[in-house]
């Protein structure tokens, strides 16, 4: 009888307990948010169980909460943990231009076993001193340098979409993800991959792999203690195994490649200063007079890898679905091609030609706008602030 009664006080109380601190949160953060609507939550979960869905439908539920609550909401996302899912364009104005908000979210964390503490990830005096060092890297001129790399990958790129020609539908992301895995790796890391001609690059699956993981994670109800319990903890095991021995060998053999030769950062015949690959401004910078160790220099090369190819395949895909929906807009935009180079079979294009590809560029920032690569971010507030008031 007594072990009845013991057994029923224990199951009571982690009945209870849950609700108790769950009304406790609410309560204590109702002074900050209390003017801020969203889903009712459960004091178990929060509102995580509107996330046990598939990872393509998020962007739908958050156009649901935003079309019934407003644009900016109120989620939990746990028993005791909340988050705004913000689309007001004068708050992120405000949030992005604050010199104090600039810690990122706790879901960052997620990246971490893959990236580090690279320039995403990173925040605070580490962000800002990686920062300086890469930027250099960026400087738009640097494009002339690789003009025909671009032209070469293009070229094995058009010709694998000729073997498509004859065939009613194609799923065209796997093909640009290779596409531009070729070109990160050649203009930013200076090596060839040659992804294009390998169509079952395991680089290209695992980055797949993990990005589903990582959104899977950002939403999942799991307490992330249970996380190494899971079979994604090990498809991520496995899946890293791939992408940091992939961005060991592109140091590697950059590291031997400089070795061999002198680093083109001299001046070339006409006086003007040639630009390091990505890679190899890594390889040469110094961060309080010391060298980048090689975790510094594979968190970045993992960073930029990522964002430098998962990212552009998401908007090229996005870019060439837009135009095959709109065939006037896709008109417009070869008549202006053929009004720069003519033929268009032998245009060899140049960075002055970018100047006069305005309607083409209007169309890149649509789909940006429409479909963003990264269709959102997200900060800890780590000091009060009023909005609204």
Not at 177 to 199: F, H, K, P
């Amino acid at each position: 009888m007594f072990i009845l009664i013991g057994l029923f006080g224990v199951f009571l109380t982690l009945l209870v307990l849950p609700v108790y601190l769950h009304k406790s949160y609410v309560k204590k953060h109702e002074k900050y948010l209390k003017n801020i609507s969203g889903p009712k939550p459960n004091p178990f979960f929060g509102n995580m169980l509107d996330f046990v869905i598939p990872t393509h439908k998020f962007m739908n539920l958050f156009s649901d909460y935003m079309d019934k609550y407003g644009t900016i909401t109120k989620v939990y996302d746990g028993p005791q943990s909340t988050f705004l899912l913000v689309a007001d364009e004068n708050l992120f104005e405000y949030i992005l231009s604050s010199p104090q908000l600039i810690e990122k979210a706790s879901q960052y964390e997620y990246l971490q076993n893959w990236l580090g503490l690279g320039l995403l990830t990173s925040t605070g005096l580490k962000w800002k001193k990686r920062r300086r060092v890469i930027t250099p890297a960026f400087h738009f001129s640097i494009l002339e340098n690789f003009v025909d790399i671009f032209e070469r990958v293009g070229d094995v790129f058009i010709k694998k979409l000729e073997t498509h020609i004859e065939e009613e539908k194609v799923d065209i992301y796997p093909l640009i993800t290779l596409y531009a895995l070729d070109i990160i790796c050649e203009a930013a890391m200076g090596i060839s991959v040659n992804a294009q001609l390998d169509n079952k690059s395991q680089y290209v699956r695992s980055v797949e792999e993990i990005c589903r993981i990582i959104t899977d994670r950002n939403f999942s109800p799991l307490d992330t203690r249970f996380y190494p319990f899971t079979i994604n903890y090990y498809k991520e095991k496995m899946a890293l195994k791939v992408l940091h021995a992939h961005t060991d060998t592109v140091i590697d053999r950059r590291i031997k490649e400089m070795k061999n030769c002198v680093v083109e950062n001299n001046e070339n015949d006409v006086g003007i200063k040639k630009k390091m690959a990505f890679l190899d401004t890594l390889l040469n910078s110094n961060c309080d007079g010391k060298p980048l160790s090689r975790t510094d220099i594979r968190e970045e090369v993992d960073t930029f890898m990522f964002e430098g190819h998962h990212t552009i395949s998401s908007a090229i895909s996005f870019a060439l679905y837009s135009l095959a929906n709109n065939p006037s807009v896709q008109k417009k935009a070869l008549e202006e091609q053929k009004e720069i180079f003519g033929d268009l079979k032998s245009a060899k294009p140049i960075p002055a030609d970018l100047q006069d590809m305005k309607y083409l560029e209007l169309v890149i920032k649509e789909t940006l706008r429409l479909y963003p690569s990264v269709p959102f971010f997200g900060r800890n507030v780590t000091e009060d602030f009023e909005w609204g008031s």
